[in-house]
């Protein structure tokens, strides 16, 4: 089992920045992906960005060159930096880990991005 915990979402005017976090703990030596997704209202979850072992990434077009993910250097972090926030950014945002041969996905419960004058 893998943990998740989120943090760092809130309020920010458009054209703001956030850094979200996401720290890992369990077996964290069973993942071999994490990310972020978000779901804003009465919308389905979708992918933001995700990193792999290896150190490649993905991201969205709609956050491409505004939204970068990293890690820390116990690879049990994520982190999400979003810069040039927009309305269209707000939602609650999920950190996930998958791991294990079957490639299980592990969910947080979701950090809220408010991006608003």
């Known amino acids: 089992q893998v943990q998740l915990v989120e943090s760092g979402g809130g309020l920010v005017q458009p054209g703001g920045s956030l850094r979200l976090s996401c720290v890992a703990s369990g077996s964290i030596f069973s993942i071999n992906a994490m990310g972020w997704y978000r779901q804003a209202p009465g919308k389905e979850r979708e992918l933001v960005t995700g990193?792999?072992?290896?150190?490649?990434?993905n991201y969205a077009d709609s956050v491409k060159g505004r939204f970068t993910i990293s890690r820390g250097n116990n690879k049990n972090t994520v982190y999400l930096q979003m810069n040039s926030l927009k309305p269209e950014d707000t939602a609650v945002y999920y950190c996930?880990?998958?791991?294990?041969?079957?490639?299980?996905?592990?969910w947080g419960k979701g950090t809220l991005v408010t991006v608003s004058s």
């Open positions: 996930y880990a998958q791991g294990g041969v079957a490639g299980v996905l592990y």
């Open positions: 990193i792999i072992s290896g150190g490649s990434t």
